[in-house]
Each structure stands twice: as structure tokens, then as C-alpha cells.
């Protein structure tokens, strides 16, 4: 089980189980959206997921995809949680930094490292995706 929330307390989760997969994104959308050089996700079943709390959500339109990504986030501190993708129906995306304990969610592959920024350096043995993976 995964718990974690927002930095005002206002939004808390709890995801059963084990996250489908963790990945790194490198898109420039993410990479905005959550201010860091690239965007960590726990990938998991939305129905594994509970929410507390009342999420904000930003329909990004403007996805490399095509397809709508909800970029939800907590409307009192701004902390972002999770995104939903309307191209991938029942799945949430949440951001490993607001799990109350991240260190043993390292990203197993990295997503879109067309975008990656030249100064990042991805572990060798890690797979890499120009695109989406798979
Ligand atoms: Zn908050
Ligand atoms: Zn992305």
C-alpha cells in the first residue's frame, strides 16, 4: 500500500497494492506542469486508488498525444497529485513525489526522452522511450 498527499494536508490517498509500473516523463507538458526536470508517476488502477479531500483539475488539451490529460492538484497549496488520460481510461498517473515515503519508488524507464533535457543523465541500464512506451 502507498499513501501520500498534498504539503497543506488538504488532499490525502491511498493506493492498494503495488503500482502497475513507475515512470519517468520527460515531456515538456509534465515537465511544467510539476516544475521539475522531468515527472516521476506511479501508474495505477484508478479503482486502487481513494482520494480524501476535493482535487482541482487542469485539462491540458495540449498533450504530445493528442489525447486530454486531467492534471489534478490540490487548490489550496498547489501541490500536484495525479493525471488522468483520457486515452488511457481506468489508469492515474501519480506523481511519486507526494508519496509520505518515495524512496523505494524509483522509476523503472523513461518516457519521452525526445524531450529530455541535454543535462540529464539516465542510468544505463534503465529501458528509454522516445514516445510513450511500448
Ligand atoms: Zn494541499
Ligand atoms: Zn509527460
Not at 488539451?61 to 487548490?75: H, L
Request: aromatic share 6%.
Amino acid at each position: 500500500m502507498i499513501e501520500g498527499g498534498c504539503n497543506c494536508g488538504a488532499i490525502r490517498y491511498r493506493i492498494e497494492g503495488s503500482p502497475l509500473a513507475i515512470a519517468a516523463c520527460h515531456c515538456t507538458r509534465c515537465r511544467r506542469q510539476s516544475g521539475r526536470i522531468y515527472s516521476v508517476n506511479l501508474v495505477v488502477k484508478l479503482s486502487d486508488m481513494a482520494v480524501e479531500g476535493s482535487l482541482e483539475s487542469f485539462e491540458d488539451t495540449r498533450s504530445d498525444t493528442g489525447n486530454s490529460v486531467y492534471r489534478e492538484f490540490c487548490g489550496d497549496c498547489g501541490s500536484p497529485i495525479r493525471s488522468l488520460l483520457a486515452g488511457s481510461p481506468g489508469i492515474a498517473a501519480v506523481k511519486v513525489g507526494t508519496a509520505d515515503d518515495p524512496a523505494a519508488l524509483a522509476p523503472a524507464f523513461h518516457v519521452w526522452t525526445s524531450m529530455k533535457l541535454p543535462w540529464v543523465e539516465i542510468p544505463a541500464a534503465l529501458p528509454q522511450f522516445e514516445r510513450n512506451a511500448g
